[in-house]
């Protein structure tokens, strides 16, 4: 049972949904300082944001589970395992703090504080990514809770490091980050007008997960508790 009350929760949502987007945002500006090589440029964002998440959820985890995430905090609540209105309230801390995390990442780098992107990431290949992206980082988290529970900071560190070399999109999987990348105009951002495709591709891949893996772990549950 949780420990830490709501309020610490909270903050420590948005705590860990700003510093996983300044790693993000921060970590492509200076990608793109240091080389014009698109490649090495996906490179130099990917590690700081595998890594990041690794100290992210072992710090924070113990805290408030380490969501940083609308669609996993929507998956725990459609497990019954967060209320609804604690939910809600998640759903907004780790929305304000990515928006905070660009915030802090621009100030860094001496960049206007919110510079709405222009880099358009749309169309069906970008939003199928979006939601194999968002599958595989909920098996993974749900999995990982089930048989490794003090391996997932490093599960999902390295998920995330090789979804960004294996979906088109770069694998966002979070709408708080996708948010919060559309307030900066560098490497890893986002047209406005292309959220709802990536959102609605996160929420339905994170669903289609959390199903997989109900019925999936499901059936180990009750082979567990049949007499010998």
């Not at 905090?73 to 497990?79: E, I, M, Q, R």
């Not at 391996?151 to 919060?180: D, H, K, R």
């Amino acid at each position: 049972m949780n420990t830490f009350d709501l309020p610490r929760r909270l903050a420590a949502e948005a705590l860990g949904t700003g510093i996983l987007v300044a790693t993000v945002v921060g970590s492509g500006i200076m990608a793109e300082t240091l080389t014009k090589d698109v490649a090495l440029a996906l490179l130099c964002n990917t590690l700081p944001t595998g890594a990041i998440l690794v100290v992210l959820i072992t710090v924070l985890g113990p805290i408030s589970g380490a969501h940083f995430n609308p669609a996993v905090t929507l998956v725990f609540a459609g497990k019954r395992e967060l209320h609804l209105n604690e939910a809600a309230l998640y759903i907004i801390a780790q929305i304000a703090g990515g928006a905070i995390g660009t915030v802090v990442a621009h100030l860094m780098f001496a960049h206007p504080l919110i510079d709405l992107s222009m880099k358009a990431r749309t169309g069906g290949a970008q939003w199928f990514a979006e939601a194999v992206a968002a599958f595989g980082l909920i098996t993974t988290i749900l999995a990982g809770i089930r048989f490794q529970r003090v391996a997932v900071p490093w599960l999902v560190g390295l998920y995330i490091t090789a979804a960004y070399w294996f979906t088109a999109s770069t694998s966002f999987a979070n709408p708080a980050v996708a948010i919060a990348r559309s307030l900066t105009n560098s490497f890893s951002g986002i047209r406005p007008v292309d959220l709802p495709g990536f959102i609605l591709a996160e929420l339905c891949g994170a669903i289609a997960g959390m199903l997989l893996m109900n019925w999936l772990l499901g059936r180990a549950d009750m082979r567990e508790r049949m007499p010998a």
